[in-house]
Structure formats: C-alpha cells, structure tokens
C-alpha cells in the first residue's frame, strides 16, 4: 500500500509540476547548447539536418522576447480583450515545449545518421 501512496504522489509531482517546469527545462537545454555549439564543431555530411536542429534550438531561445514582443503589439492594437491577453502567455509559456518536441525528434534522426557515418568511416577499407 505504502508503494501505492508514492506512486500516486511521483504521478501528481509529474502530471502537475513538470508541466509547468518542462519548458523552462527545454529553453535552459536549448540555451546551454547554442553556447556550446560553436565549440563542438560536429562534422557531418548531413548539413541540412544539422542546421534544422539549430534552427529549432534558436528558435526555442529567442521564442520567449519575440512572443512578449508580439503580445505587447497585440496588445496595443486591440485594448480591450483581456482573454486574448491570458490566452497569449499562457500558450507563449508551452510554446518551447512543442519546438523541444519537434527538435527532438530531428536530433534522433542527426544522431542515427552521425553513428552511421561513424561506422562507415570505421569499417571503410583504405
């Protein structure tokens, strides 16, 4: 029974805390790897895929000023819609989620493609 208690507790920590601490996670994540990308220097064939993971990672970062831009603009036009306003922050806060989620999934396929490459430079008979 005690095993059950803590189940329950872990599933509201996870179901109610972390999604509103994931997407702070994903843009510390995106933060800290735009910083470094310029030291890792990841050589690949696959150019595009490389650029498209970055192109998610920035706009991860940058999401946040572009989008309080955007809702300050918005909301200088049309003064009165007050839905309007907590609708934008709210779905401007789990925006970096969905472009994690998007970034992820290409980051699989970079990596499959980076140990392919491995391996074909390793087993390459000179």
Known sequence: MENYVSAIGKSFLILIVQVFVMPLKVLMASVRSITS?????????FVMLMWIKNLYEALIVLCYPLGLLGIVIS???????DEFLIGSVIMLYFIPMALGLVKEVIAVTVV???????IARNTKKD
């Not at 990308?37 to 064939?45: K, L, N």
């Not at 909301?75 to 819609?81: A, G, I, N, T, V």
């Open 75 to 81: 909301e200088e036009m049309r003064s009165s819609d």
């Open 112 to 118: 499959n493609v980076v140990k392919l490459e491995e």
């Open 37 to 45: 990308a310029s030291q890792d220097g990841e050589e690949t064939d």
